[in-house]
């Protein structure tokens, strides 16, 4: 596979689940992003990594919990959500933070919160 | 505060051209960023420009401004298949990027 991949495209849970995001990267990139994106808003960053390290965390409750193991994964586990929280989030990587290469997308999991 | 505004949806006509403009606030500047976004699907990189002037990439363009704080992306011979949302994004000083809400373009033949 090429590119950035992301599982399940589409994931539907009660407030009382646990269920995780998972986002693989096969271009060689030392940073990846988190997501979320509503509709008819910009896009908002949820989390950074940077080898392997976050170095960002955008005052994202903390229902949603993210994991690096490695430079190549990264996973968003969800607890308790609300239904607010349904969006469609967006995995991305770049050759690594601090440089102004481009970042590439996943093509998201849709969440609904029910 | 840090801040990109861009119209939220825009229309034209299959073979015509059309400008899609941003204005952006950032807290310094690292360049700017234009990415199309097909419904459903992922964003995926356009264009970028960190100095003045105009870029030109086949059937779209891209042109900054930095003393206006302005950009816009051009599409000419509109097809079909560009109808999408198109997403600017400033990069910050610490080259973090800064989106806008996007702009629905919608080509009708």
């Known amino acids: 596979e090429t590119g950035v991949t992301q599982t399940p495209r589409h994931l539907v849970m009660g407030m009382t689940n646990k269920k995780s995001l998972k986002c693989e990267q096969h271009?060689?990139?030392?940073?990846m992003y988190w997501y979320k994106q509503s509709a008819k808003k910009p896009l908002e960053l949820m989390f950074v990594y940077n080898f392997k390290e976050q170095t960002e965390n955008n005052s994202v409750p903390s229902r949603f919990s993210p994991e690096c193991p490695n430079s190549s994964h990264l996973f968003l586990h969800l607890h308790t959500l609300q239904p607010e929280d349904s969006a469609l989030y967006l995995c991305a990587s770049s050759q690594e933070i601090g440089t102004s290469s481009e970042q590439y997308f996943g093509p998201g999991t849709r969440l609904t919160v029910t | 505060g840090q801040n990109i505004d861009q119209p939220t949806e825009m229309t034209a006509t299959e073979g015509a051209i059309v400008q899609i403009n941003c204005t952006y606030q950032t807290s310094g500047f690292n360049g700017l960023f234009w990415y199309q976004q097909h419904a459903g699907e992922a964003p995926t990189f356009l264009s970028y420009?960190?100095l003045d002037g105009l870029e030109e990439k086949g059937r779209f363009s891209s042109f900054l401004s930095r003393s206006k704080g302005y950009s816009y992306l051009l599409l000419k011979e509109l097809q079909m298949k560009d109808s999408a949302s198109y997403l600017c994004a400033g990069m910050d000083s610490n080259y973090q990027l800064i989106w806008g809400a996007g702009t629905k373009l919608i080509i009708k033949p």
């Open positions: 271009l060689g990139h030392n940073a």
């Open positions: 420009n960190v």
